[in-house]
């Protein structure tokens, strides 16, 4: 995937410390690093909204399309739209995963699954570093 909105990695740290990013957003969004379950602040967060990528707002995932998969990362069971997040096979750590990211700045967001309990049948579990949240008004 080549991504529309490409910056240097230090062009990114600049960013995401503007934006006061969790510590390990760089490394997650960038390098494709996974936050511990059940640490990342959207895990339990259920309030009206929109999350977005933290790297280049763009509009991911509603609230009304969260739920607790109990995994310990924030689950959705779909995506804003369908050109949001672009996915593409992950076979690191001896796995084969669908890895989901940015379709704008191509940031790692997590993994999509095809266990989860709505008629889509997915579950986005993205790390919540990753992902910046704008409450409705």
């Excluded at 008629?119 to 993205?126: E, N």
């Amino acid at each position: 995937m080549t991504a529309k909105i490409q910056k240097t990695d230090a062009e990114w740290k600049a960013l995401l410390a503007q934006k006061s990013a969790e510590p390990h957003a760089f490394e997650v969004t960038r390098h494709a690093a996974t936050e511990r379950a059940f640490t990342g602040k959207y895990a339990d967060n259920f309030k009206d909204g929109t999350y977005t990528c933290i790297c280049c707002d763009k509009p991911l995932f509603v609230s009304d399309t969260k739920f607790d998969a109990g995994c310990g990362w924030p689950s959705f069971d779909q995506a804003v739209d369908a050109s949001a997040v672009a996915t593409k096979t992950d076979r690191a750590h001896g796995m084969v995963r669908t890895e989901a990211l940015c379709a704008d700045c191509g940031a790692h967001l997590g993994h999509v699954f095809e266990d989860g309990p709505t008629d889509t049948g997915l579950r986005y579990c993205m790390n919540s570093a990753s992902l910046a949240f704008k409450a409705a008004p």
